[in-house]
């Protein structure tokens, strides 16, 4: 904050001159101010501006007293200029305070910057625009940048006749000026904070509609604006924008306040969107469709302009006092827009993605590094870092949970009270609950301090005395597992909304005690935290999960909605990762779920699933591929039941639901949805007919081609498809899935594409997001950080998100002991300060994926054997257990095929061992300890307080940290075979010239043609016929078609 507020601003008269020659504009501020005690200096917030006159004025005196100061001072740390004046300046309301300046047009996304787009003629144009939150108005002129310090605003632009000019309000006048310029000057605000103002110059179209007129007498207007051609795709934003107005306006019972909204789609824009008064900007992505859109961007679009909208009201015209409050301006507008989306959206069932969302967070905020909602902050970099999950979703889930235990009506009833009361001013966290509890007559403040003032959550631990009462007991919940006595002392209030089997009605129950006893029927399921909207998890008794498991799968149960099951899910997965219960009690409770048609539901397991595959990824690759073969078998069925082609008397629901099923089928490897992608993806790449990938599946079949093969010529097609695309949407499923094209080369090829001037500055994290997916592509991530982080630094240090997302992506998924350690050292002597919170998260998440890995490896592979997924024993290394054959000799799979079906797959499962069997493997240490040196604890190795050990753990299993391995993965075979960038790749195929025979895994069962074309290419080269003497070209067809139909037989029996 600046310093003690001897100076009060009123009114800022501002006129701004770009120069598109240099980048810079030329800026006349007069502030009217107040100053509250007399002064020789003024000290106000400015960065990047060269100040070159300031004069102060009292407009009252006569003859124009007036004084000019004579120095300018710099602190650049904290972003401050004092002015210092030769006189002392008395106390007084009629002082103006005159500023010329100079500034920088930048391109950093934030102050006043620049952008640029081409149209579909290949034209291009120019755009100015603003992004001001939370402290860069201070970028485009001299102001007080804090929250409470509100004024009105007059703002004047010079620009080219014919560029569109916007801002918050209304244009009030346009003179003509010589050379082709205009001088645009705007209605005076209301009463605003700095970082609401904004400004728009550019070429761009628009289209409008308008609202009833039934709130305030006035219909308002409403506008879209987009680069040229693009506002037609609006028009389902527009529409949502008049509903959003007239939704609120009753919502609130206070009309919308300005005469009129516009809707920006700005090309370059590094956040999703920003509810500046009356102008509201957005991602074009996050804003436009066309007809090919998928139904979940419909939702995610509906879901951001509502909650900008909500904004207008509940953050503009109420605003925080500091930042410190922000969740509860963004907490708030995430929940009321749900609220809304829900009532204009019913089929949605929005509550369920609601519960789905917020998973990120309780997984956030499980970690020690996480922070309160109500978090004190003090300067940009400390405010920046809390634009975070924990202030938008935290917020929005314990405010859900207000409402829930006050009742929805009567939390509305409060917030308009609260409204009322504060409107065109500032409030607190404390203001809205002494607000709450006035018109609710209960203890809101007592109830909500500790959900927003204390860190993390509890966990409900459930203990059965006997077959009617348990016992439950509150503990904070870390991911780790490990929580310190001093740390369990934290309480909070818990609603615990019981339903039983017997009554399905919630009972509302408050535990703000460290334990309780309840009397409950055990012999039958019960659910706590009904319709999830209690912020903590649960952890049941195993028979009580297995009796909720039975209930879900009977479908007889309707109380227990896609919420519920959500519910239960999240939480048995949670407590898997923690250490509560086994990894294996997750991987039961998923059979349950088999039958399921609820498409969040499926999200989540889907979710789950790749959790549970990141963490394991570096594991031997017969534990990885029996794990994706459970993911297979699970959403198979579904492609199965739903097919590819949709109809269109088809819900929303069951379109999604598909492309989900195909994707995560086609991602586990099953052959027929491979093949299908492909089939697709070879007509829309031959003749640039969309026409056979439906708008859904767009995603789905990108993904599964570039998963599976590692050719140049798809991955062209991708980039080619992204650079001929106009569309936003389109732009980005492109770059997303460029991340899945797994060879060295690509992965070099998605890294330095991302960085190219093709990808715009906001998109280079979409690009390099999917990297994470492969071993290789981490590898590749981290070590493309390391070598560039200074550029990186350099050019992003002022977009904070910006480097906390790219510090996120490139080591938030490592599960090895060698790569924490190498973090550590690699920013060791890096000034951290401005990213702390994130690295700080980051070495947090990998500590809880080692000792989650390090646990339960032994219990998953048991499981996964116990069920049928894994049929071969695998040593340290990661090899198959050397006693079963290596490699399958091609005359012995010929004969096979003269046998009996069922021996046929019951040969086929010893040989091929579920596609693993003769996959080349090796090993390295991961982490520098021989295998007979003596384990060092987990704890000491991780350097924190880890509970493990090499003898023991909560799981009872006898482990020790196991060396790291290099597992390898497929690249395409070249002459030089044995060239390779690192030792974590394998050939596909191997062949040896003293006995010709072929080694087959998963990979080459997934990719039949790419492989035979290859294995082709190595019999000519070599020049070796097949067995018996059979043209190599023939064999290895008919050895591709044998491993095929066995593969696609055995499933039943597998």
């Known amino acids: 904050m600046t310093p003690a507020r001897l100076i009060i601003p009123i009114h800022y008269t501002l006129k701004i001159v770009p120069c598109p020659v240099d980048f810079t504009f030329l800026g006349e501020c007069s502030i009217e101010i107040c100053i509250a005690e007399p002064s020789c200096g003024i000290t106000l917030n400015a960065k990047e501006l060269n100040i070159q006159t300031a004069t102060i004025r009292d407009h009252l005196t006569p003859g124009g007293y007036s004084v000019t100061a004579t120095s300018v001072s710099y602190n650049v740390e904290e972003e401050l200029i004092t002015l210092e004046f030769p006189e002392l300046l008395y106390v007084g309301t009629s002082w ?79 003179i003509i000026l010589e050379n082709g310029m205009q001088q645009v000057t705007f209605l005076k605000t209301p009463i605003m904070a700095t970082y609401l103002l904004a400004w728009t110059i550019g070429d761009l179209d628009y289209i409008e509609a308008y609202t009833s007129g039934e709130f305030n007498g006035e219909a308002v207007q409403c506008r879209l604006y987009a680069p040229f051609g693009l506002a037609k795709h609006g028009e389902y934003s527009l529409d949502l924008a008049v509903k959003s107005v007239e939704y609120f306006s009753r919502l609130f019972n206070i009309p919308y306040p300005l005469p009129k909204l516009d809707l920006v789609a700005v090309p370059d824009f590094s956040p999703g969107a920003m509810e500046n008064w009356g102008l509201i900007t957005f991602r074009t992505y996050a804003v436009l469709l066309d007809e090919y859109s998928t139904n979940d961007r419909k939702r995610e679009i509906a879901a951001t302009v509502i909650h900008e909208i909500s904004h207008q009201w509940f953050g503009n015209l109420v605003t925080m006092d500091w930042w410190s409050d922000l969740w509860l301006f963004e907490g708030f507008a995430t929940h009321l827009a749900y609220i809304v989306v829900d009532d204009l959206f019913p089929a949605w069932d929005v509550w369920s993605e609601f519960v789905k969302r917020i998973q990120e967070v309780l997984k956030h905020d499980a970690l020690r590094t996480s922070h309160p909602v109500e978090v004190g902050v003090a300067n940009p970099s400390e405010i920046t870092q809390i634009f975070d999950e924990v202030s938008y979703m935290k917020g929005a889930s314990v405010l859900r949970m207000l409402s829930a235990w006050l009742g929805q009506d009567e939390l509305l009833k409060g917030i308009r009270k609260f409204m009322l009361k504060y409107m065109w001013a500032n409030a607190n966290t404390e203001d809205l609950w ?48 490990d929580v310190r006595p001093e740390e369990d002392a934290l309480l909070w209030p818990v609603p615990l909304a019981i339903a039983t089997a017997d009554d399905p009605t919630p009972r509302n129950i408050t535990m703000d005690t460290k334990e309780m006893v309840l009397k409950v029927d055990t012999t039958k399921w019960y659910k706590f935290n009904m319709g999830q909207t209690g912020f903590y998890r649960v952890a049941y008794p195993a028979k009580t999960l297995e009796l909720l498991g039975q209930a879900l799968g009977s479908k007889s149960v309707t109380t227990l909605d896609a919420a519920n099951r959500i519910g239960l899910l999240t939480d048995a997965a949670a407590l898997v990762a923690s250490g509560h219960t086994p990894t294996s009690s997750f991987l039961t409770l998923l059979k349950y779920f088999e039958d399921e048609d609820d498409y969040m539901v499926w999200v989540e397991i889907s979710y789950q699933l790749q959790e549970l595959f990141s963490v394991w990824l570096e594991q031997p690759v017969p534990i990885m591929d029996a794990l994706k073969e459970v993911q297979r078998r699970l959403f198979t069925k579904i492609v199965k039941r739903l097919g590819w082609e949709g109809s269109d008397q088809e819900d929303l629901a069951s379109g999604n639901l598909r492309a989900l099923a195909i994707r995560y089928a086609g991602r586990a490897g099953d052959p027929e949805i491979v093949s299908e992608a492909r089939r697709r993806f070879r007509i829309f790449m031959n003749n640039r007919d969309m026409s056979a990938i439906p708008p859904d599946l767009r995603f789905p079949v990108f993904e599964i081609v570039l998963r599976t093969t590692t050719g140049v010529e798809e991955y062209e097609a991708v980039v080619n498809f992204y650079r001929e695309s106009y569309m936003p949407g389109d732009k980005v499923v492109a770059l997303t899935v460029l991340g899945y094209g797994h060879s060295t080369e690509l992965i070099r090829r998605t890294l330095a594409f991302a960085m190219s001037p093709e990808v715009r500055t906001q998109d280079i994290l979409t690009a390099i997001s999917t990297l994470r997916s492969s071993v290789e592509g981490r590898a590749e991530l981290w070590n493309f950080m390391r070598l560039h982080w200074d550029m990186l630094y350099e050019r992003h240090c002022d977009d904070i998100r910006f480097l906390d997302y790219f510090v996120l992506l490139s080591i938030g998924s490592f599960s090895n002991l060698e790569r924490y350690h190498e973090i550590q050292e690699f920013f060791a002597h890096k000034d951290t300060s401005s990213y702390e919170r994130i690295l700080a998260t980051c070495l947090e998440g990998i500590r809880m994926h080692i000792l989650w890995l390090e646990r339960d490896k032994a219990d998953v592979e048991q499981w996964l054997r116990a069920n049928g997924y894994l049929m ?12 079963l054959p290596t490699v399958i000799d091609a005359g012995d ?3 096979d095929f003269q046998v009996d079906p069922q021996q046929q797959r019951a040969l086929l499962r010893e040989k091929l061992v579920l596609g693993e069997v003769g996959r080349s493997m090796s090993s390295s240490s991961g982490d520098g300890f021989s295998s007979v040196e003596t384990c060092p604890t987990l704890e000491s190795r991780l350097g924190s307080s880890a509970t493990s050990s090499c003898s023991s753990s909560p799981g009872g299993y006898q482990q020790h940290v196991q060396h790291q391995q290099h597992h390898y993965r497929h690249q395409k075979l070249n002459e030089d075979h044995h060239h390779h960038h690192s030792q974590e790749y394998s050939q596909h195929i191997l062949y040896s ?21 290859q294995t082709l290419q190595l019999f000519q080269q070599q020049q070796q016929p097949g067995p018996d003497g059979t043209d190599p070209g023939e064999y290895v067809q008919q050895v591709n078609q044998m491993v095929m139909q066995l593969r696609v037989s055995s499933e039943k029996d597998v």
């Open 96 to 174: 103006i305070l005159d500023v010329t300046y100079i500034g920088l047009v930048n391109d950093k996304l934030n102050g006043f910057y620049r952008s640029v787009y081409t149209d579909a003629d290949n034209n291009v144009h120019q755009l100015t625009t603003t992004q001001f939150q939370s402290t860069h108005a201070r970028r485009a002129f001299p102001c007080w940048d804090e929250p409470s310090v509100k004024a009105t605003f007059t703002l004047t632009l010079v620009a080219p006749q014919g560029m569109t000019c916007l801002s918050n309000m209304s244009v009030e006048s346009i």
């Open 434 to 481: 002494a607000t709450l509890a006035e018109v609710c007559k209960v203890d809101v403040p007592g109830f909500m301090r500790k959900w927003t003032r204390q860190t993390g959550y509890p966990v409900l631990s459930i203990t059965e005395l006997d077959d009617s009462t348990i016992l439950i007991r509150q503990n904070l919940f870390l991911s780790t597992g």
């Open 872 to 883: 071969v024993n695998v040593d340290s290394t990661g090899r198959h257990n050397q006693a």
């Open 893 to 895: 799979i010929v004969n």
């Open 993 to 1013: 010239q003293q006995d010709p025979c072929i080694q087959i895994n998963t990979g080459y069962l997934e990719r039949p043609e790419e492989d035979q074309a």
